[in-house]
């Protein structure tokens, strides 16, 4: 069973940075060829799962990574393979960015779509954590 577990989360200023964790059990990084991890932000108030906006993805096979437009510039991913962690560095962060940020992984074939929303669909991914949460003030 693929579990995944994010941390990281706080309350910083605008303009501040954070570092996002999202930690993978249930399948290895390293033996598994076609996976797509990817982020999503879900404002608070909203309940359903569809609702949440993709900003981030990483797609295993090609190694390309997926950024909406809203974060892009400011947002990086970088992956540790050895730790089956996947880490979501985020600069100049803005109020906007506020929500509970959930990662989010499929291991069937990939990240789907194409860019620029390539890996950003909610409902192409079975499994979820449970989130973290990010407030920044202005």
């Known amino acids: 069973q693929v579990q995944l577990l994010e941390s990281g989360g706080a309350s910083v200023q605008a303009g501040g940075s954070l570092r996002l964790s999202c930690r993978v059990s249930?399948?290895?990084?390293?033996?598994?060829?076609?996976?797509?991890i990817s982020w999503f932000r879900q404002a608070q108030g909203t309940m359903a799962r569809s609702s949440r906006l993709?900003?981030?993805?990483?797609?295993?096979?090609?190694?390309?990574?997926n950024f909406a437009g809203s974060v892009m510039g400011r947002f990086a991913i970088s992956k540790d393979n050895a730790e089956n962690t996947l880490w979501r560095q985020r600069a100049n962060l803005k109020p906007e960015d506020t929500g509970m940020y959930y990662c989010?992984?499929?291991?069937?074939?990939?990240?789907?779509?194409?860019?620029?929303?390539?890996?950003?669909?909610?409902?192409?991914?079975?499994?979820w954590g449970q989130g973290t949460q990010v407030t920044v003030s202005s």
């Open positions: 249930g399948f290895s990084f390293i033996g598994t060829r076609y996976y797509c």
């Open positions: 989010a992984a499929d291991t069937m074939m990939g990240c789907r779509g194409v860019a620029p929303k390539k890996g950003l669909h909610p409902s192409d991914f079975a499994f």
């Open positions: 993709g900003v981030a993805s990483f797609n295993a096979g090609d190694g390309m990574t």
